[in-house]
C-alpha cells in the first residue's frame, strides 16, 4: 500500500514539472509573441516587419533564408512579396495541392522538397537551396500568401516545428496582414507620386504654351506674382492689376465687375496700344479660398490672340468678299435669264402663231422640230441658270405621257449633222421590247440624251456612235456606245462630279464646262434611275441610263395641273409690255383665242389706264422689267389705290426667289417667258372661270 501510495506521489509530482514547464514555455512563447507584435508595431516598412517576425521564429526553428509569398486572385500563381535571399527575389511559383493544403491552414514540413510539384518548376539556381522546407499559408483581405522556411541541407524541419507554426499562427497572421497591407500601401504611394510627377510635368508643359504668363493678385488686387511682367513694349509694372490697361477705362470697369462676383471668367479682350504693338491679349482668372473658404485673392492667366484676331479679320472679309461675290453671281443669273428668255419668248411665240398659219405637212414637220429644240434649249437654260437647284439636286419632273422612241430620235436627228461633220456614223436601235408610251419627263430624258450623245460624238474622231434602247426587267435601257478618246479609270471616279472633266486638256482641246454629265445624274436619279459607265481608253466608252418603266394610269391626281371648265368667253386683257417684239407676239396669242386686248408700254401707263377704267379689264399681264415704272412698283402703288383688279406677273425673271417676291407685292398669279401655249391656256382658262363666276354670283 505503502508503495502505491509513493507511485502515485512521484507521478503527481511528474505531472507538476511538466506542467511548469509547459506554463514557462508558454510564458517564453507568449513573451516572444508579444515581443514581436511590438517589433512590428514599430516597423517602418515591410521588411521591418519581416525580420521582426524572424526574429521570434528563429529561437524556435533553424532556417537559413525565409520568404512571403502572395497572390491577388485565385487563378493566378505565387510570387515574392519579401525575403530574406536576394535569389528568391521576384520569383513566381506555381499553385498544386501542397500549397493549397497550406493556404488553407496546414503547416507542412517537406524532406525533399525537389519532389514536390511546386518546386519542380522553379530554377535550379533557387533549388539548391531548398533541400529541406517548412511553411504553412493564410489567408488576407486581397489574397492567399505563404509563409516559406528553407534549408539548403535535408532533414531539418521536424514536425516540432509545424508544431511552433501552429502555436505561433496569430503571429504569423499579423507578421503577413502587416506586410501586405504596407506592400499595397507603398505601391500606392510610389503610383501617387509617379502620377503626381507627371501632372506636375504636364502642368510645367502647359504652363509653357497656355498664356503667356501667369498672374496672381490678392483681395486688394495688387500682384503678389507675374510669372512673366513683359508683353512686347508693354512693361507690367503696376502694383495693381486693374492699372494695367492705362486709360482703356472701360476694361478696367468691366475686369472689376468679373472680379467682385468672385467667379470664374475668361477671354477679357484687351488691345495694346499702337506704339506698343497693338497685340491683342485675353485674360482669364479664377478665385481661391482657403480651407476655411475664406477668400484669398485671384490668379488666372494672359494670351497673346493678336494671330487668332488677324484671322477672325481675314474669315470675316472673306464672308464679305463671298457674300458680295454670291449677290453678283444672283444678279448676273437674274440678268442672263432676262435676256436670254425674252428672245427666246419672241422665237417660241411665233412658233405657236406659225403652227396655225396654214402650213404644209413637210413645213410642220420642220415647225415641230424647230419647237422641240427651242423647247429643249429652254430647259437647258433653266437647269444652267438656276443653280441654287443644280447645287442642291432639286429638280422637279413634269410627267406626262411620253413616246420614248420619238425623244430620242428627236435628239439624234438635231446631232445627226455635227456627226456628218466628223465622218462620224450616227444610228439608232429601238427594240421591239420598248413601250408606245409611258409616264416620264421628254424634255429631261431629251437633255440627257443630248447630253450624252452630244459628248459621244464630240470625243470620237472615227468609227461611230450606236444609241440602243431596250426594255430590261421594267427598266427602259438607254445605251450610247462611241468608239472615241475613252475615260482612264482614275477619270470615271469624279467624272459625275460638278465642273469635272476626264482630263484638264480635255477642256483647252474639246471645250464644256463639266457641268453636263452632273446634270444628267441629278436628273435620272430623280427618276429613280441611274446612269453607268463602261470605258476603256482609246478604244471608247459606253454610257448606259436605266430608267423605271411607269405605266400612264399610275399617274395620280397631284401630278395634274389644275383644271377649269372650257370656256369662250372673252376677256378684256391689259398688257403691260415695253418689247415691241414681244407685245406683237402677246397680242397675236391672246387674240388668237378670242381675247381682247390693250397695250401698256410701261409701269405707269397701266396705272393710267386702270384709273380710268379699272372695271373694263378683267386681269393685267404685268411685265416686271419695264422703263419709268416697273411691274413690281406699278403693282404696290395699284394695291395701295385698293385696286383688286387679278394681276400675272408676266417676266423672264423664273428663279423661285423671284416668284416669292411678287407674290409678296400683290401679284396673283405667274407666267414665265417664253410664254408656252399651254401655259397659257390654263392660265386663260383660270380666269374665264373665275370672271364668270363672279357675274354668274
Same mark, same amino acid.
Given at each position: 500500500m505503502l508503495n502505491f501510495e509513493s507511485e502515485k506521489l512521484q507521478e503527481t509530482l511528474l505531472d507538476l514539472l511538466r506542467s511548469q514547464e509547459r506554463e514557462s514555455q508558454l510564458r517564453e512563447e507568449n513573451s516572444a509573441i508579444l515581443a514581436g507584435i511590438s517589433a512590428m508595431a514599430g516597423a517602418n516598412n515591410k521588411r521591418q516587419v519581416f525580420n521582426s517576425l524572424l526574429s521570434v521564429l528563429r529561437k524556435y526553428i533553424g532556417f537559413e533564408h525565409a520568404l512571403a509569398l502572395t497572390r491577388d486572385d485565385e487563378t493566378g500563381p505565387l510570387r515574392e512579396l519579401v525575403t530574406t535571399c536576394d535569389v528568391f527575389e521576384s520569383s513566381s511559383w506555381t499553385i498544386d495541392r501542397t500549397f493549397v493544403r497550406c493556404?488553407?491552414?496546414? *503547416?507542412?514540413?517537406?524532406?525533399?522538397?525537389?519532389?514536390? !510539384?511546386?518546386?519542380?518548376?522553379?530554377? &535550379? =539556381?533557387?533549388?539548391?537551396?531548398?533541400?529541406?522546407?517548412?511553411?504553412?499559408?493564410?489567408?488576407?483581405? *486581397?489574397?492567399?500568401?505563404?509563409?516559406?522556411?528553407?534549408? !539548403?541541407?535535408?532533414?531539418?524541419?521536424? &514536425? =516540432?516545428?509545424?508544431?511552433?507554426?501552429?502555436?505561433?499562427?496569430?503571429?504569423l497572421e499579423r507578421a503577413i496582414i502587416d506586410i501586405d497591407y504596407r506592400e499595397r500601401l507603398q505601391s500606392l504611394v510610389t503610383a501617387r507620386t509617379q502620377e503626381l510627377t507627371h501632372s506636375q510635368q504636364r502642368f510645367k508643359d502647359f504652363a509653357k504654351t497656355v498664356g503667356d504668363w501667369f498672374w496672381e493678385v490678392d483681395t486688394d488686387y495688387q500682384f503678389t506674382y507675374i510669372s512673366a511682367p513683359h508683353l512686347a513694349n508693354h512693361v507690367i509694372d503696376n502694383t495693381t492689376i486693374l492699372d494695367i490697361f492705362g486709360e482703356q477705362s472701360e476694361l478696367r470697369v468691366k475686369l472689376l465687375d468679373q472680379l467682385k462676383s468672385k467667379k470664374t471668367f475668361e477671354d477679357i479682350e484687351w488691345k495694346l496700344p499702337e506704339d506698343e504693338g497693338a497685340l491683342w491679349i485675353t485674360l482669364s482668372g479664377t478665385p481661391y479660398f482657403n480651407k476655411q473658404g475664406k477668400l484669398l485673392g485671384y490668379r488666372g492667366t494672359a494670351k497673346d490672340i493678336t494671330h487668332r484676331k488677324q484671322r477672325l479679320v481675314e474669315l470675316q472679309l472673306a464672308r464679305k468678299q463671298a457674300e458680295t461675290a454670291n449677290n453678283a453671281k444672283s444678279e448676273f443669273l437674274a440678268m442672263m435669264s432676262h435676256e436670254i428668255r425674252t428672245p427666246l419668248n419672241a422665237v417660241l411665240g411665233l412658233m405657236d402663231t406659225l403652227v396655225d398659219s396654214g402650213l404644209d405637212e413637210k413645213q410642220m414637220e420642220w415647225v415641230s422640230q424647230m419647237e422641240q429644240s427651242a423647247q429643249l434649249l429652254l430647259t437647258i437654260i433653266n437647269d444652267i441658270l438656276d443653280?441654287?437647284?443644280?447645287?442642291?439636286?432639286?429638280?422637279?419632273?413634269?410627267?406626262?405621257?411620253?413616246?420614248?422612241?420619238?425623244?430620242?430620235?428627236?435628239?439624234?436627228?438635231q446631232l445627226n449633222e455635227q456627226a456628218k461633220r466628223k465622218n462620224i456614223t450616227l444610228t439608232t436601235q429601238i427594240d421591239a421590247s420598248v413601250p408606245d408610251s409611258m409616264l416620264g419627263d421628254k424634255n429631261r430624258i431629251a437633255q440627257v440624251m443630248f447630253n450624252l450623245i452630244g459628248n459621244a460624238i464630240k470625243f470620237t474622231n472615227v468609227g461611230s456612235v450606236r444609241v440602243s434602247v431596250k426594255a430590261v426587267n421594267n427598266n427602259i435601257e438607254i445605251a450610247v456606245i462611241d468608239t472615241g478618246i475613252g475615260i482612264a479609270p482614275y477619270a470615271q471616279k469624279t467624272?459625275?462630279?460638278?465642273?469635272?472633266?476626264?482630263?484638264?486638256?480635255?477642256?483647252?482641246?474639246?471645250?464644256?464646262?463639266?457641268?453636263?454629265?452632273?446634270?444628267?445624274?441629278?436628273?435620272?436619279?430623280?427618276?429613280?434611275?441611274?446612269?453607268?459607265?463602261?470605258?476603256?481608253l482609246n478604244v471608247g466608252s459606253c454610257f448606259t441610263v436605266s430608267i423605271p418603266i411607269t405605266s400612264v394610269v399610275d399617274e395620280t391626281e397631284k401630278d395634274l395641273p389644275e383644271q377649269y371648265p372650257i370656256s369662250t368667253r372673252s376677256l378684256n386683257i391689259l398688257l403691260a409690255e415695253d418689247s415691241n417684239t414681244n407685245q406683237l407676239v402677246a397680242k397675236l396669242m391672246l387674240e388668237k383665242r378670242g381675247h381682247r386686248v390693250q397695250i401698256a408700254n410701261n409701269g405707269e401707263e397701266a396705272i393710267n389706264a386702270l384709273k380710268n377704267d379699272s372695271h373694263y379689264f378683267d386681269i393685267v399681264l404685268m411685265d416686271i422689267s419695264m422703263p419709268v415704272l416697273d411691274g413690281i412698283q406699278a403693282t404696290k402703288l395699284l394695291r395701295e389705290e385698293e385696286i383688286t383688279i387679278p394681276i400675272i406677273a408676266l417676266t423672264a425673271n423664273a428663279m423661285q426667289c423671284d416668284q416669292v417676291e411678287y407674290k409678296k407685292v400683290g401679284m396673283d398669279d405667274f407666267l414665265a417667258k417664253p410664254i408656252r401655249a399651254i401655259e397659257l391656256n390654263q392660265m386663260l382658262s383660270k380666269y374665264q372661270y373665275i370672271t364668270a363666276s363672279k357675274l354668274c354670283g
Open positions: 493556404i488553407n491552414g496546414e *503547416s507542412i514540413a517537406l524532406f525533399s522538397p525537389k519532389d514536390v !510539384s511546386e518546386f519542380k518548376e522553379i530554377s &535550379p =539556381q533557387i533549388l539548391e537551396y531548398c533541400n529541406s522546407a517548412l511553411m504553412t499559408g493564410v489567408k488576407v483581405s *486581397s489574397g492567399d500568401a505563404v509563409l516559406l522556411f528553407v534549408h !539548403s541541407k535535408k532533414g531539418q524541419f521536424t &514536425p =516540432q516545428c509545424r508544431r511552433v507554426l501552429d502555436r505561433f499562427r496569430p503571429l443653280l441654287s437647284r443644280i447645287e442642291s439636286g432639286k429638280f422637279e419632273l413634269f410627267n406626262a405621257d411620253i413616246h420614248i422612241a420619238d425623244s430620242i430620235n428627236l435628239v439624234v436627228n467624272l459625275f462630279n460638278p465642273f469635272i472633266q476626264a482630263d484638264g486638256s480635255i477642256t483647252r482641246r474639246y471645250g464644256g464646262t463639266g457641268l453636263g454629265l452632273a446634270i444628267s445624274m441629278h436628273l435620272i436619279k430623280k427618276m429613280d434611275g441611274n446612269i453607268s459607265l463602261d470605258s476603256v
